[in-house]
């Protein structure tokens, strides 16, 4: 391969990476994949926003978290979820549900705490935004 075709195809991959570096926009995933992490990770993701305010957060949820966004649950202390999700919601927190976890689990969106969307897999999701959206991976 020639030196200028070396350069063009390091342009064109390096373009995606630039571009998101440029938008000024930062997002993180907050990845939750056990009931145990939530009342932490949204804990976490208050601190975060009152530090910096401008960033985007986007909870991905599957696998053993998915009580967590079930409507009227609560942690084995009582704490209610939905308080949280509903407070970081206000803020501009997104909220994922694995579609592959709520198919497994029988659950439908109207199981869950309003706003929340479903994705058809978690980790496409979490993939995608790290790959595609240039979101920094929290795994709490």
């Known amino acids: 391969?020639?030196?200028?075709q070396i350069i063009s195809v390091l342009l064109v991959?390096?373009?995606?990476?630039s571009a998101i570096a440029g938008?000024?926009?930062r997002?993180?995933?907050?990845h939750i994949i056990e009931e145990s992490q939530a009342i932490r990770a949204m804990n976490n993701a208050k601190?975060?926003?009152l530090a910096d305010p401008d960033v985007h957060i986007t909870f991905v949820v599957q696998s053993g978290g998915m009580h967590v966004l079930v409507?009227?649950?609560?942690?084995?202390?009582g704490r209610a979820y939905g308080p949280y999700i509903d407070e970081l919601s206000m803020s501009g927190v997104e909220f994922k549900a694995c579609g592959n976890t709520m198919m497994t689990m029988n659950l439908g969106l109207e199981d869950l705490n309003f706003g929340i969307e479903r994705v058809e897999s978690?980790?496409?999701e979490v993939t995608r935004l790290q790959l595609e959206e240039g979101y920094a991976y929290v795994h709490p």
């Not at 997002?27 to 907050?30: E, Q, T």
């Not at 409507?71 to 202390?77: F, G, I, P, T």
């Open 1 to 4: 391969m020639k030196c200028r």
């Open 13 to 17: 991959l390096l373009l995606p990476i």
């Open 23 to 25: 938008s000024g926009e």
């Open 27 to 30: 997002g993180v995933i907050y």
């Open 47 to 49: 601190n975060h926003l």
């Open 71 to 77: 409507s009227d649950a609560s942690d084995e202390k």
């Open 122 to 124: 978690g980790m496409v």
